[in-house]
């Protein structure tokens, strides 16, 4: 992916406890123009502290660490720092920790089924307004949603919070975000920055009472927001 000569660098923070899989991917980044590492933790307990001073767009979490959950790292980080993307790169592809790993804040959520290089695109992606989830990972996430949704010709259950009251603005960005545009291409289509458009984003999420995209296409659905 050919980036702007002038096109500020994607500053990205690595929290891997797997020295193999560390070293890969510090590699990987290394090779990377429009890319740059600025921390690399090995621990649940780094990774708060981390989180306590981020200084990068990109959070990359493993969720198996010696001494704990990067959920944890996660929700601290997404708490703290809401305008950073968060991505989960690990080997468990349970419903548990997906599903807990969204609602902390994780906006990705790729397994460690491919090369570390190939993930560069994925950063790139989540960097851009994107959510790249591994296919096995967004076949569970459909699932469940398909689990929960009535039947067919069953009678609308009743909103278990009152509707969001969504700018005109506001749900204009989150149709776009539905049919899957980056935060990038939306700024283009509104003619506004993607800072203005990230900002409609954590409006969106405020409103919808939601921490990730996943999340808030499922919530606006459910409450009618959005055109099934």
Not at 60 to 69: A, F, K, N, R
Not at 120 to 129: N, P
Not at 194 to 220: F, G, P
Request: include cysteine; charge should be negative; charged fraction near 25%.
């Amino acid at each position: 992916m050919q980036q702007p000569a002038d096109a500020p660098l994607i500053r990205i923070a690595l929290v891997e406890d797997d020295v193999n899989f560390q070293n890969a991917l510090m590699e990987a980044i290394a090779d990377a123009p429009d890319m740059r590492l600025t921390s690399v933790s090995g621990t649940r307990s780094q990774g708060l502290q981390v989180a306590e001073r981020l200084e990068a767009d990109v959070l990359l979490v493993d969720l198996g660490l010696p001494d704990g959950s990067g959920i944890d790292v996660i929700r601290a980080a997404h708490a703290r720092w809401p305008g950073c993307n968060i991505m989960v790169s690990t080997s468990f592809g349970d419903e548990t920790h997906v599903m807990q790993s969204l609602e902390a804040g994780a906006s990705g959520y790729m397994l460690k089924d491919s090369e570390p290089k190939n993930m560069m695109a994925e950063i790139r992606s989540l960097h851009g307004g994107g959510s790249p989830i591994s296919p096995l990972i967004a076949r569970k996430i459909l699932m469940r949603f398909r689990h929960d949704a009535p039947p067919a010709g069953a009678p609308e259950p009743a909103p278990h919070k009152p509707r969001a009251a969504l700018s005109a603005r506001e749900q204009e960005v989150l149709e776009y975000i539905t049919k899957g545009f980056t935060a990038e291409e939306i700024a283009k289509l509104l003619g506004v920055t993607q800072h203005t458009v990230l900002t409609y984003v954590r409006r969106i999420y405020a409103k919808l009472e939601v921490n990730s995209k996943a999340e808030a296409i499922y919530e606006a659905r459910s409450q009618g927001l959005l055109v099934q």
